[in-house]
């Protein structure tokens, strides 16, 4: 049946070959079936510019170029850790970058999709840090500075964020009803996919005095997470790296 899948926080690294292996196979496998690939931000555990000379990257671009080379499009959503992901890297993969909220027509369906750090609210320290990090001013500043500068900024805010989520309530950094409920009436929506609080689960909920379900993809970290979207279903799936 002709489905598209969504896919959020893989944090593809050097370190977790695992989770490298695991995304491969599912791009030769289950991405091979879709009609659509979406990725909705942190694909990569930290990105500091496409000029980064990582084998891995070069790898991943590689593979998701033969998916679309054979004729399946795929798209990204940046997310809070690969927010710098340009077009160099999107080139080389074929990938379609696309802006922060994006409404799809899908099978009869309208669905948001985003990466889910600013439905975040309640979090003010992580919206002060995203504000400053987004400025374009900031990011081209960034973008030349010497690879191994970058790479320390990075580890230090890596570091830094560690640091202040250790302290965190842990229902601050889940998402805000309120930001939710306004995001979705600001698209009509009744159907909102995100990833980012590491949190998979399908809610209900209602906007706009209707019925509508926000589905939260999983992280990759010893098993794979996808939304499945076709005709008959709108389905959160969780399965093995190997298999
Ligand atoms: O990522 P995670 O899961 O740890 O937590 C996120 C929020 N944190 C972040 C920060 C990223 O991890 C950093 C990624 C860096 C890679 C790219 C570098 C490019 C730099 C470009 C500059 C233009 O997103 C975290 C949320 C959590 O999700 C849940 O939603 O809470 O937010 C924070 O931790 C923010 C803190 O509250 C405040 C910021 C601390 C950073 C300290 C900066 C020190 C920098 C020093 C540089 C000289
Ligand atoms: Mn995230």
Known sequence: M?????????????????????????????????EA??????????????????????????????????GIPCYFIHGNRDFLVGKRFARASGMTLLPEEKVLELYGKRLLIMHGDTLCTDDEGYQRFRRKVHQPWLQ???????????????????????????????AIMDVNADAVNQTMSRHHVHCLIHGHTHRPAVHQLTVEGKPAERLVLGAWHTEGSMIRVSDSETALISFPFSG
């Open 2 to 34: 002709p489905h598209t899948l969504f896919i959020a926080d893989l944090h593809l690294c050097e370190e977790e070959p695992a989770i490298t292996a695991g995304f491969l196979a599912f791009l030769r496998r289950d991405a091979r079936q879709a």
């Open 140 to 170: 081209t500043l960034f973008l030349a500075l010497p690879l191994f500068i970058r790479k320390r900024i990075a580890a230090n805010m890596r570091a830094g964020s560690k640091q202040a989520n250790s302290s965190k309530d842990i």
């Open 37 to 70: 690939l979406y990725i909705l931000g942190d694909l990569f555990e930290a990105w500091i510019g496409d000029d980064d000379p990582v084998l891995l990257h070069a790898e991943i671009a590689a593979e998701l170029l033969a998916l679309t080379r054979s």
